[in-house]
């Protein structure tokens, strides 16, 4: 992930999943794998929205099963 939004995408995405800063998160990887259950994907959601400053719908929710379908959401609304 090389700009800016993608980081910050990945810097939450590691909170949220507890996984260590050195950790390289990648647009294939699935959320599930990752460790981001259905209570984890509306703590991601929540923190997504506060970092970002951005409004998720609670509908898209579901659409997330991969990192790349979180950051083109994320995109769309930028």
């Known amino acids: 992930m090389s700009d800016v939004l993608d980081e910050k995408i990945s810097k939450v995405i590691?909170?949220?999943?507890?996984?260590?800063e050195e950790?390289?998160?990648t647009g294939q990887q699935n959320l599930r794998q990752l460790?981001?259950?259905s209570l984890g994907m509306i703590d991601l959601v929540m923190?997504?929205?506060?970092?970002?400053?951005?409004?998720?719908?609670e509908d898209s929710i579901n659409n997330?099963?991969?990192?790349?379908?979180?950051?083109?959401?994320?995109?769309e609304l930028s």
């Open 47 to 57: 923190h997504m929205e506060a970092v970002l400053n951005i409004k998720i719908g």
């Open 64 to 75: 997330f099963a991969t990192v790349a379908d979180l950051q083109r959401y994320v995109r």
């Open 14 to 20: 590691k909170q949220i999943a507890e996984l260590p």
């Open 35 to 37: 460790g981001i259950d």
């Open 23 to 25: 950790f390289e998160v």
